[in-house]
């Protein structure tokens, strides 16, 4: 599924939340080994956030402030 996919399903982005926690279940909750799942998710509210504005919710989604500082910090390897 891709971004498009993932911001019309109910709740938006709720497959890559989803996506995260079968990869830590299945990596015995080592977070670092499903850094792609975290980024997707990622993008997937950022893409919502500028969609929908930054006072949106979705229970998929950090809230927009939050993620912005998360997807900094991942950026600079923190």
Known sequence: MGTEEDLKTNPPCHPRACAIQDCLKKMN???EKCRAEVDALYECCNAFYERSGDGARTVSCPKASLLR???KQR???M
């Open 69 to 71: 500082l998360k997807m």
């Open 29 to 31: 909750y080592q977070e």
């Open 75 to 77: 950026a600079q390897g």
